[in-house]
DNA sequence: CCGGACATGTAACAAGTTACATGATTAG
DNA sequence: CTAATCATGTAACTTGTTACATGTCCGG
C-alpha cells in the first residue's frame, strides 16, 4: 500500500496533523497521489497503532486541539525498505481516454466541450506548477550547496510540469481531430 | 464506475468473452485503464443481470466453451448517457514520484536502478505503440474516407505516445538529476 | 507427461468513496 | 446569524487485489 508511504513522505518533510496532510493531499504530494480525509485518518490510526508514527496531543487555543503526527524509527526503516524495493505498474485510469474512443459510438462533437474543460484544468495547474516553480526553485539556488530534498522535490515538480504541457499539446490534438471529424462528415 | 465504461466501449469496438477482454486488458484498454480477470468476470456477470449486456454461449472445438458478450440497447444508452455527464479527476497515484521525494530521507542513489528499469519500460513501450501507430494508421488513410473510430483511436494512441517520451524524458532528468547529487555530494 | 494457452470462476481481504455527524472559532 | 476554516471521526458501500480452484487441449 502505498498511501502509507506517501504519508510517511510527506511527515518526513514536516510533521503534521491528519487535517493538514488532507490539505497536502490537496495541493504538493496530492499532484501524483491523491487521499480524502476519511482514508487518512483512517489509515493514520492504523499506522500508529502499527508504531510505525508517533502522536502527539497539541493543545491550542481558539481552535481544536489537533494530533500532531510523525514518523517513528519503525516508520523510517518501512519507507527505507520500500525504497530499496522495486516497483511496478502506475496503474493507470485514463477516464477521458475511454471516452474518447467510446465517442465513436455516439456523437463526437458531444466531446468537445468536455475536452475545452480539462484543457482548462490541466492549463491552470500548469501554471500554479510554474508559479510555485518560481517561488520555491529559484534564487539562492546557486550559490548554496544543493540539497538533496530540494533537487528531488523539483525534479518531481518538473515533472508535473512536462506532463501538464504535454497533456496540453494532446488535448489540442484532439480537439483538432474532432473538428476535422465534424468538418470532413456532419453528422445526420 | 468508469470500468464498466470501458467495457462497454471495448464490447462494441468488438464483442467477446470475459478472456478475451482480460487480454485486451493486457494490451489496448489497458494502456489506459486496467483490470485485471477476476475484475471483469465480476462486472461482467452484473452488467448482464443488470441488462446491459447480452450473452452468447459458444460451443468450440478444443476448447472450452465460451461466453460472448456483446453490448444491449440498455449498454449502449448508459454508455451515451456517461459521454454527455462531465467526468473529473483522473486519480493520479505516481508511486516512483513518491519514491523520488522519498530517497531524500535515504540514499538517494538507491533509486537509479530502478529509474533505469521504469525508463526500459516506457521505452519498451513507446516501441510498442509506435509499432501498431505503423501498422495501423498509416497507408490507406489518405484516400479513404476518415473514419470517426479509426481517428478516434489514433487520437488516443498518440497521447500514448506522447506520455511515454515525455516521460522518457523525465525519467533522465530524474537521473540526470541523482547523478549530479552523487557527483557533488558523495555520500557519508 | 509437462507447461502453456484457453476459459471461468470463488473467497477473503485491502483500499477507496460517499454520506453523515459533531463542535469550536472567526470574519463578515 | 451565517458561512468558512479548523479539526476529527463513524458507517455503509463499492472497487480493486491476491490467492486459490478447476478443467481442456496442444505442442514438445
Redesign the pocket.
Known sequence: ????HAILVSLLEKPG???????RFERSIGYF???????I??????MESDGLLAVRE?P??????????SVAGLGRAALSQWLHEPIE?E?V?HDLAVKIRGAAFDDPSALIHEVERHRQVHSDRLAHYLAGELRDFTGPEASAPPDAGQELQHVVLRGGIAYERMTIAWLDDVLATVHQLGASRPRT
Open positions: 500500500m502505498a498511501l502509507e496533523s491528519g487535517y493538514e496532510l488532507a490539505r497521489w491523491t487521499a480524502t480525509h476519511q482514508q485518518y483512517r489509515v493514520l490510526k492504523r497539541v491550542q487555543q481558539g481552535r481544536p486541539d489537533k494530533k500532531e503526527y505498474s496503474s485510469r
